[in-house]
């Protein structure tokens, strides 16, 4: 499903685009030209340079994950040399302040080029409606997420001063959140809310869609990347608060993997097989490197397919199912989402075998590496009957096939009318749309074409 999409409010608001376009274009041949009139003929060089090392780069990149030992050492100092090589033969053809200039304006035409674009492709916002005031408020709250953030924050004092009724999760790997959370619902809660990770909203929010009681989201874990797509504000999750005495609700989707409930995503493949690990959590980063080569080259981990409706991804060594799609301009569709209410869900699979797999995936969307889809539902299959699964940054086991499906506007969300506000992806850029706005003529209302500017989604 496409987003709804905006234009520009007016004829002002249209003259402004139309500026924008054209300083878009200008700056465009701007940096064409200073590549012809100072680097003339060693323009095709300077650019065979600068495409070479992005491409070792990558190359690099992908040694230095999928290999160890000296290997992995050598593919390691191939990455960090290959930029400073074309600084170097930039330094040498006396072309560096060249290159600096020309890549300066292309930025410059990139961003007013976006800009002009924004009014014509931008998503509207969710729709929201004024939130009743809570009487009796339940707030679970675990004083262990985000290193202590509900104690740093003084969460529990804040919200009992506001009139709602605290729980505190002591024991949180022995505890039954989900339980606990219907138990107060049975108790008279009319609001049931979280201080927490995305996986304890996951599980609290499941009941309270469930029940239809409203959601309140505290982003006091680590991550909260479901808070952050709400547009609340994770610098401070007390300000969360302030939905409980000027808040307006938002209609949002919830995802389903196998019977379990997520707020953001599921993982499957190489991820979800190192989040496994015992040593994960106090080791990340070497973890990661330690397990990587063999799923990713060793053939180790479960076999996957999946189908998502009429999208088939076949043997995906990386497999991400999330509740409604990613922004669509990052590699890996992970990002952050414009929506929460679309109604799909967004499946990415990634297959990389070999360096020059590696590299192609500088071409984005359009790698043979990665697929992309929306679907309502995606069936997940493989070799063993129980598969790892990163289920909102949880590392879970899951029965094969695994069904994830969304659930429309399931979750009454209830966040402070005031806040930072969801994220828009910029649009794509768009050379022929740029071109018409900024050559149309002035007395034109419209521009043909203008409404259909990239717009989130999947292929």
Request: glycine content about 12%; aromatic content about 4%; overall charge positive.
């Amino acid at each position: 499903m496409e987003p709804t999409t905006r234009g520009p409010s007016g004829p002002d608001g249209l003259r402004g685009q139309r500026w924008l376009a054209r300083a878009s274009l200008a700056s465009a041949a701007a940096a064409v030209l200073v590549l012809g009139v100072f680097a003339g003929v060693r323009t095709l060089g300077l650019l065979g340079v600068g495409i070479a090392g992005l491409v070792v780069t990558a190359a690099a990149v992908w040694w230095t994950i999928s290999r160890r030992g000296v290997l992995r050492v050598l593919a390691l100092v191939l990455a960090l040399a290959a930029p400073i090589w074309v600084l170097v033969e930039y330094a040498r053809a006396h072309l560096v302040w060249v290159a600096l200039l020309s890549g300066g304006l292309w930025l410059l035409a990139a961003g007013t080029g976006r800009a002009a674009l924004g009014g014509h492709s931008s998503p509207a916002p969710m729709p929201e409606r004024a939130a009743p005031r809570p009487h009796h408020p339940v707030l679970i709250m675990n004083p262990r997420s985000g290193g202590g953030k509900v104690r740093r924050f003084e969460l529990r004092e804040q919200a009992q001063a506001l009139g709602a009724q605290v729980v505190l999760l002591e024991w949180r790997d022995s505890t039954d959140v989900a339980a606990l959370a219907r138990t107060c619902a049975a108790e008279g809660a009319d609001l049931l809310g979280v201080a927490g990770g995305d996986g304890t909203q996951a599980l609290v929010a499941d009941v309270a869609a469930a029940l239809d009681l409203p959601f309140l989201v505290i982003p006091a874990g680590t991550r909260n990347h479901f808070a952050l797509d709400l547009g609340l504000d994770r610098d401070d999750p007390s300000k969360a608060l302030d939905a409980l005495r000027d808040g307006v609700e938002l209609r949002v989707d919830l995802g389903r993997a196998g019977g379990r409930p997520f707020v953001n995503n599921v993982s499957f493949g190489a991820y979800a097989e190192v989040v496994q690990s015992p040593s994960y959590r106090d080791g990340k980063t070497r973890t990661t490197l330690q397990l990587l080569p063999d799923l990713l080259v060793g053939h180790q981990g479960a076999r996957l397919t999946a189908r998502a409706e009429e999208r088939a991804f076949s043997d995906p060594q990386a497999l991400l199912v999330s509740n409604n799609p990613y922004g669509s301009r990052d590699i890996a569709g992970l990002g952050r989402r414009t929506r929460l209410d679309g109604g799909v869900l967004g499946c990415v699979g990634v297959r990389v075998t070999s360096a020059a797999q590696a590299a192609g995936l500088l071409r984005g969307r359009r790698s043979a590496g990665l697929v992309r889809a929306l679907a309502r539902t995606v069936v997940v299959e493989a070799d063993q009957e129980w598969i790892p699964a990163g289920l909102d940054g949880e590392a879970v086991r899951l029965r094969t096939p695994v069904r994830c499906e969304v659930r429309p506007g399931a979750l009454r969300v209830v966040v402070p009318r005031r806040r930072p506000g969801a994220y828009r992806e910029r649009p794509q850029l768009d050379w022929r749309l740029i071109g018409r706005l900024g050559l149309a003529s002035g007395r034109r209302s419209t521009v043909p074409g203008a409404h259909n500017g990239a717009h989130n989604g999947a292929p």
